[in-house]
Protein backbone atom coordinates (compact mmCIF):
# COMPACT_ATOMS: atom_id res chain seq x y z
CA UNK A 1 0.00 0.00 0.00
CA UNK A 2 1.31 3.34 -0.64
CA UNK A 3 1.99 5.41 2.37
CA UNK A 4 -0.74 7.35 3.74
CA UNK A 5 0.21 11.19 3.60
CA UNK A 6 -0.68 13.69 6.69
CA UNK A 7 -0.36 17.46 5.54
CA UNK A 8 -0.83 20.46 7.32
CA UNK A 9 -3.11 23.41 6.34
CA UNK A 10 -1.71 26.81 6.85
CA UNK A 11 1.37 27.47 4.81
CA UNK A 12 1.59 23.96 4.02
CA UNK A 13 -1.52 23.50 1.41
CA UNK A 14 -2.97 27.72 1.45
CA UNK A 15 -1.50 30.90 3.01
CA UNK A 16 -1.70 31.96 6.24
CA UNK A 17 -3.90 34.74 5.50
CA UNK A 18 -2.18 36.63 8.35
CA UNK A 19 -2.81 40.25 7.73
CA UNK A 20 -6.25 39.60 6.38
CA UNK A 21 -7.13 37.80 9.75
CA UNK A 22 -6.02 41.33 11.54
CA UNK A 23 -7.92 43.51 9.19
CA UNK A 24 -11.44 41.71 9.32
CA UNK A 25 -11.09 41.56 13.29
CA UNK A 26 -10.40 44.79 12.97
CA UNK A 27 -13.97 45.21 10.87
CA UNK A 28 -15.46 42.72 13.55
CA UNK A 29 -14.56 45.08 16.33
CA UNK A 30 -16.18 47.50 14.30
CA UNK A 31 -19.31 45.93 14.22
CA UNK A 32 -19.72 45.29 17.66
CA UNK A 33 -18.46 48.79 18.82
CA UNK A 34 -15.26 48.03 19.67
CA UNK A 35 -11.53 49.62 18.99
CA UNK A 36 -10.00 47.27 16.06
CA UNK A 37 -6.67 47.20 17.58
CA UNK A 38 -7.80 46.45 21.13
CA UNK A 39 -9.78 43.51 19.27
CA UNK A 40 -6.92 42.83 17.31
CA UNK A 41 -4.75 42.04 20.12
CA UNK A 42 -7.34 40.23 21.87
CA UNK A 43 -7.49 37.71 19.50
CA UNK A 44 -3.68 37.13 19.24
CA UNK A 45 -3.25 36.67 22.81
CA UNK A 46 -6.44 34.58 23.20
CA UNK A 47 -4.92 31.95 19.72
CA UNK A 48 -4.67 28.92 22.14
CA UNK A 49 -8.26 28.98 23.63
CA UNK A 50 -9.48 30.19 20.03
CA UNK A 51 -7.80 27.03 18.70
CA UNK A 52 -9.06 24.12 21.07
CA UNK A 53 -11.95 25.55 22.75
CA UNK A 54 -14.46 28.53 21.73
CA UNK A 55 -16.42 28.75 18.92
CA UNK A 56 -16.93 31.94 16.62
CA UNK A 57 -19.43 33.44 18.13
CA UNK A 58 -18.22 32.24 22.06
CA UNK A 59 -14.73 34.02 20.83
CA UNK A 60 -16.58 37.43 20.61
CA UNK A 61 -19.03 37.29 23.51
CA UNK A 62 -16.33 36.70 25.45
CA UNK A 63 -13.67 39.00 24.11
CA UNK A 64 -16.29 41.99 24.05
CA UNK A 65 -16.97 40.92 27.88
CA UNK A 66 -13.18 41.45 28.60
CA UNK A 67 -12.94 45.05 26.73
CA UNK A 68 -15.90 46.09 28.19
CA UNK A 69 -18.38 45.98 25.39
CA UNK A 70 -21.82 44.66 25.49
CA UNK A 71 -22.79 43.78 21.69
CA UNK A 72 -26.25 42.69 21.05
CA UNK A 73 -26.72 39.26 19.46
CA UNK A 74 -27.03 40.80 16.07
CA UNK A 75 -23.89 42.21 16.35
CA UNK A 76 -22.25 39.37 17.53
CA UNK A 77 -24.17 36.95 14.78
CA UNK A 78 -22.79 39.60 12.13
CA UNK A 79 -19.50 40.05 12.84
CA UNK A 80 -19.36 36.25 13.26
CA UNK A 81 -20.46 35.96 9.71
CA UNK A 82 -17.47 38.18 8.48
CA UNK A 83 -15.26 35.76 10.04
CA UNK A 84 -16.92 32.74 8.46
CA UNK A 85 -16.84 34.68 5.21
CA UNK A 86 -12.79 34.94 5.88
CA UNK A 87 -13.07 31.21 6.70
CA UNK A 88 -14.32 30.29 3.59
CA UNK A 89 -12.22 32.51 1.69
CA UNK A 90 -8.88 31.10 2.19
CA UNK A 91 -10.16 27.35 2.12
CA UNK A 92 -11.33 28.82 -1.58
CA UNK A 93 -8.11 30.20 -2.31
CA UNK A 94 -6.00 27.04 -2.53
CA UNK A 95 -4.29 27.04 -5.94
CA UNK A 96 -4.62 24.53 -8.62
CA UNK A 97 -1.16 23.34 -8.18
CA UNK A 98 -1.81 22.28 -4.97
CA UNK A 99 -4.95 20.17 -5.96
CA UNK A 100 -3.35 18.44 -8.88
CA UNK A 101 -0.47 17.22 -5.94
CA UNK A 102 -2.95 16.29 -3.98
CA UNK A 103 -5.12 14.48 -7.10
CA UNK A 104 -1.00 12.91 -7.95
CA UNK A 105 -0.97 11.62 -4.65
CA UNK A 106 -4.88 9.80 -4.55
CA UNK A 107 -3.61 8.75 -8.13
CA UNK A 108 -0.66 6.64 -6.95
CA UNK A 109 -3.13 5.36 -3.98
CA UNK A 110 -1.79 7.35 -1.07
CA UNK A 111 -4.48 7.87 1.60
CA UNK A 112 -4.62 11.58 2.15
CA UNK A 113 -5.53 12.99 5.86
CA UNK A 114 -5.35 17.05 7.98
CA UNK A 115 -4.03 17.68 11.04
CA UNK A 116 -4.48 21.37 11.53
CA UNK A 117 -4.25 23.73 14.49
CA UNK A 118 -7.15 26.02 13.31
CA UNK A 119 -10.49 27.93 14.77
CA UNK A 120 -14.01 26.89 13.97
CA UNK A 121 -14.10 29.19 11.36
CA UNK A 122 -11.95 26.66 9.32
CA UNK A 123 -13.48 23.77 10.63
CA UNK A 124 -16.61 25.11 9.47
CA UNK A 125 -15.26 25.55 5.91
CA UNK A 126 -13.52 22.61 5.56
CA UNK A 127 -16.28 20.27 3.72
CA UNK A 128 -17.54 23.11 1.27
CA UNK A 129 -14.26 23.44 0.63
CA UNK A 130 -12.23 21.98 -2.75
CA UNK A 131 -9.86 20.43 -0.40
CA UNK A 132 -12.08 18.74 1.67
CA UNK A 133 -13.34 15.54 -0.82
CA UNK A 134 -9.94 15.06 -1.45
CA UNK A 135 -8.72 13.81 1.90
CA UNK A 136 -9.74 10.73 3.84
CA UNK A 137 -9.58 12.02 7.45
CA UNK A 138 -9.70 15.67 8.88
CA UNK A 139 -9.11 16.57 11.84
CA UNK A 140 -9.11 20.12 13.43
CA UNK A 141 -7.76 21.16 16.72
CA UNK A 142 -10.82 22.89 17.41
CA UNK A 143 -13.03 20.00 16.85
CA UNK A 144 -11.31 17.45 19.21
CA UNK A 145 -9.65 19.55 21.27
CA UNK A 146 -6.36 18.68 20.97
CA UNK A 147 -3.63 21.02 19.25
CA UNK A 148 -0.23 20.28 17.46
CA UNK A 149 2.62 19.21 18.73
CA UNK A 150 0.32 16.77 21.13
CA UNK A 151 1.08 13.07 20.48
CA UNK A 152 -2.22 12.58 20.63
CA UNK A 153 -3.46 14.75 17.57
CA UNK A 154 -0.93 12.83 15.91
CA UNK A 155 -2.12 9.18 16.86
CA UNK A 156 -5.82 10.08 16.36
CA UNK A 157 -5.17 10.96 12.72
CA UNK A 158 -3.73 7.68 12.48
CA UNK A 159 -6.30 5.59 14.23
CA UNK A 160 -8.91 7.14 11.67
CA UNK A 161 -6.90 6.45 9.05
CA UNK A 162 -6.53 3.02 10.53
CA UNK A 163 -3.18 2.45 9.99
CA UNK A 164 -0.24 3.00 12.78
CA UNK A 165 1.96 6.48 12.77
CA UNK A 166 4.87 5.26 12.20
CA UNK A 167 3.35 4.33 8.42
CA UNK A 168 2.58 8.04 8.27
CA UNK A 169 4.30 10.62 6.18
CA UNK A 170 4.10 14.25 7.79
CA UNK A 171 4.15 17.12 5.73
CA UNK A 172 4.49 20.21 6.70
CA UNK A 173 5.83 23.89 7.49
CA UNK A 174 6.62 23.65 10.76
CA UNK A 175 4.65 25.88 12.89
CA UNK A 176 4.04 25.37 16.47
CA UNK A 177 6.66 22.65 16.83
CA UNK A 178 4.53 20.22 14.32
CA UNK A 179 7.49 18.54 12.75
CA UNK A 180 8.75 17.50 15.80
CA UNK A 181 6.07 16.44 17.73
CA UNK A 182 5.33 13.80 13.54
CA UNK A 183 8.54 12.37 14.23
CA UNK A 184 8.28 11.79 18.29
CA UNK A 185 5.46 9.69 16.70
CA UNK A 186 7.50 8.18 14.34
CA UNK A 187 6.06 9.56 11.29
CA UNK A 188 8.39 9.96 8.46
CA UNK A 189 8.35 14.23 8.21
CA UNK A 190 9.25 16.30 5.62
CA UNK A 191 9.37 20.15 5.80
CA UNK A 192 7.73 22.54 2.78
CA UNK A 193 8.97 25.90 2.24
CA UNK A 194 6.51 26.78 -0.44
CA UNK A 195 4.05 29.08 1.48
CA UNK A 196 6.68 30.11 4.44
CA UNK A 197 10.45 29.28 5.80
CA UNK A 198 8.86 28.68 9.09
CA UNK A 199 11.23 26.06 10.51
CA UNK A 200 14.79 26.77 9.27
CA UNK A 201 16.37 24.76 12.10
CA UNK A 202 14.34 21.60 11.12
CA UNK A 203 17.45 19.23 9.93
CA UNK A 204 15.15 16.99 7.86
CA UNK A 205 14.77 16.28 4.44
CA UNK A 206 12.84 20.01 2.79
CA UNK A 207 11.70 20.50 0.14
CA UNK A 208 10.81 24.21 -1.96
CA UNK A 209 7.52 23.33 -3.81
CA UNK A 210 4.69 20.98 -3.18
CA UNK A 211 4.96 19.62 -6.80
CA UNK A 212 8.00 17.45 -5.62
CA UNK A 213 6.06 15.35 -3.13
CA UNK A 214 4.83 13.04 -5.70
CA UNK A 215 7.86 12.07 -6.70
CA UNK A 216 9.67 11.93 -3.73
CA UNK A 217 7.16 9.54 -2.35
CA UNK A 218 7.97 7.10 -5.25
CA UNK A 219 11.37 6.31 -4.01
CA UNK A 220 11.81 3.95 -1.67
CA UNK A 221 12.22 5.00 2.16
CA UNK A 222 12.35 2.80 5.03
CA UNK A 223 9.69 3.19 8.35
CA UNK A 224 10.89 4.54 11.10
CA UNK A 225 9.75 2.98 14.49
CA UNK A 226 9.13 5.68 17.14
CA UNK A 227 12.12 5.43 19.86
CA UNK A 228 10.61 4.16 23.33
MG1 LIG B 1 1.29 25.50 9.05
Redesign the pocket.
Known sequence: MSRPVIF?????LIH?ADEERDRVVGEMAVMVGLTPAELVAAYHATWRDRLVQWDVEETIRILAGRLGGTPTNEQVTRAGEHRRALGRRVLDSVSTATLDVLDALRGDGHPLALI??ATSDTAEAWPQSPLAHRFDVAVFSCDVGLAKPDPAIYHLAAERLGVRPAECVFV?????G?LAGAAAVGMTVFRTTE??D?DPGWGGPTFPALGDLPGMLREPFKVMEPAE
Open positions: DLFHTGSNGDGADEHNT
